[in-house]
Protein backbone atom coordinates (compact mmCIF):
# COMPACT_ATOMS: atom_id res chain seq x y z
CA UNK A 1 0.00 0.00 0.00
CA UNK A 2 0.87 3.66 0.61
CA UNK A 3 2.32 5.63 3.13
CA UNK A 4 2.96 8.97 3.56
CA UNK A 5 4.72 10.56 6.02
CA UNK A 6 4.60 14.51 7.24
CA UNK A 7 7.56 16.24 8.68
CA UNK A 8 8.07 20.40 9.21
CA UNK A 9 5.65 21.58 11.71
CA UNK A 10 6.31 23.59 14.54
CA UNK A 11 5.71 26.54 16.58
CA UNK A 12 6.17 30.08 14.73
CA UNK A 13 5.59 33.76 14.98
CA UNK A 14 2.80 35.61 12.92
CA UNK A 15 4.17 36.70 9.79
CA UNK A 16 6.51 34.10 9.81
CA UNK A 17 7.15 30.79 7.41
CA UNK A 18 7.15 26.88 7.66
CA UNK A 19 8.06 24.43 5.37
CA UNK A 20 5.77 21.26 5.16
CA UNK A 21 7.10 17.95 3.53
CA UNK A 22 5.20 14.94 2.82
CA UNK A 23 7.46 11.74 1.63
CA UNK A 24 5.34 8.63 -0.23
CA UNK A 25 6.23 5.29 -0.23
CA UNK A 26 5.07 1.83 -1.12
CA UNK A 27 3.34 1.58 -3.96
CA UNK A 28 3.77 5.32 -4.72
CA UNK A 29 2.74 4.22 -8.68
CA UNK A 30 -0.46 4.50 -7.91
CA UNK A 31 -0.94 7.61 -6.64
CA UNK A 32 -1.92 10.45 -9.64
CA UNK A 33 -3.15 13.85 -7.01
CA UNK A 34 -1.51 15.04 -3.74
CA UNK A 35 -3.42 17.02 -1.54
CA UNK A 36 -3.14 18.99 1.83
CA UNK A 37 -5.95 19.52 4.33
CA UNK A 38 -5.54 21.18 7.81
CA UNK A 39 -7.69 20.11 10.90
CA UNK A 40 -8.26 23.07 14.00
CA UNK A 41 -9.76 22.24 17.02
CA UNK A 42 -13.43 22.05 16.89
CA UNK A 43 -13.38 22.44 13.51
CA UNK A 44 -13.73 20.30 9.91
CA UNK A 45 -11.06 19.53 8.31
CA UNK A 46 -10.51 21.53 5.41
CA UNK A 47 -9.01 21.84 2.28
CA UNK A 48 -5.54 23.69 1.58
CA UNK A 49 -4.32 22.92 -1.22
CA UNK A 50 -3.80 20.22 -4.04
CA UNK A 51 -1.16 19.02 -7.15
CA UNK A 52 -1.10 16.83 -9.66
CA UNK A 53 1.40 14.04 -9.73
CA UNK A 54 2.19 14.44 -12.87
CA UNK A 55 1.86 18.01 -15.03
CA UNK A 56 0.82 21.37 -14.15
CA UNK A 57 -2.47 21.50 -12.01
CA UNK A 58 -2.49 22.69 -8.70
CA UNK A 59 -5.67 24.46 -6.84
CA UNK A 60 -5.59 26.54 -3.60
CA UNK A 61 -8.12 27.51 -0.68
CA UNK A 62 -8.84 31.42 -0.93
CA UNK A 63 -7.94 31.36 2.75
CA UNK A 64 -4.25 30.76 2.01
CA UNK A 65 -3.71 31.80 -1.87
CA UNK A 66 -1.00 34.51 -2.14
CA UNK A 67 0.60 32.58 0.87
CA UNK A 68 0.81 29.15 0.49
CA UNK A 69 2.94 27.24 -2.12
CA UNK A 70 2.45 23.76 -3.06
CA UNK A 71 5.31 21.65 -4.91
CA UNK A 72 6.44 18.21 -5.66
CA UNK A 73 9.95 16.19 -6.47
CA UNK A 74 8.84 13.42 -8.29
CA UNK A 75 12.47 11.77 -7.61
CA UNK A 76 12.18 12.17 -3.84
CA UNK A 77 8.48 10.88 -3.87
CA UNK A 78 8.00 13.99 -1.61
CA UNK A 79 4.85 17.21 -2.30
CA UNK A 80 5.81 20.38 -0.22
CA UNK A 81 3.52 23.00 1.59
CA UNK A 82 5.43 26.48 1.57
CA UNK A 83 3.63 28.18 3.82
CA UNK A 84 4.65 32.33 4.37
CA UNK A 85 2.70 35.18 6.08
CA UNK A 86 1.37 32.60 8.54
CA UNK A 87 -1.59 34.13 11.15
CA UNK A 88 -2.72 32.88 14.37
CA UNK A 89 -5.80 31.29 12.10
CA UNK A 90 -3.44 29.17 10.17
CA UNK A 91 -2.54 26.90 13.61
CA UNK A 92 -4.12 23.38 13.15
CA UNK A 93 -2.80 19.43 12.56
CA UNK A 94 -1.82 19.57 8.88
CA UNK A 95 -2.50 16.36 6.81
CA UNK A 96 -1.13 15.24 4.03
CA UNK A 97 -3.29 13.08 1.42
CA UNK A 98 -2.59 11.05 -1.92
CA UNK A 99 -5.35 10.18 -4.29
CA UNK A 100 -5.72 7.07 -6.98
CA UNK A 101 -6.90 9.84 -9.42
CA UNK A 102 -7.05 13.67 -10.03
CA UNK A 103 -10.41 14.98 -9.28
CA UNK A 104 -10.43 18.56 -8.38
CA UNK A 105 -8.46 18.19 -5.39
CA UNK A 106 -11.04 19.47 -3.00
CA UNK A 107 -12.94 17.16 -1.48
CA UNK A 108 -11.37 14.62 1.30
CA UNK A 109 -13.45 11.47 -0.32
CA UNK A 110 -10.99 12.38 -3.22
CA UNK A 111 -8.38 10.56 -1.49
CA UNK A 112 -7.15 7.12 -0.37
CA UNK A 113 -4.43 7.45 1.39
CA UNK A 114 -3.45 9.59 4.63
CA UNK A 115 -0.84 10.73 6.45
CA UNK A 116 -0.49 11.00 10.26
CA UNK A 117 -0.46 15.10 10.22
CA UNK A 118 1.93 17.36 12.12
CA UNK A 119 1.05 20.24 14.35
CA UNK A 120 1.48 24.03 13.21
CA UNK A 121 1.28 26.74 15.73
CA UNK A 122 1.21 30.56 15.15
CA UNK A 123 1.74 32.20 17.97
CA UNK A 124 0.14 35.58 19.25
Known amino acids: QVQLVESGGGLVQPGGSLRLSCAAS????????MGWFRQAPGKEREFVAT????????NYADSVKGRFTVSRDNVKNTVYLQMDSLTPGDTAVYYC?????????????????WGQGTQVTVSS
Open 26 to 33: GRTFTIYQ
Open 97 to 113: AGGRAYYSGKYRTEYDY
Open 51 to 58: IAWSGTST
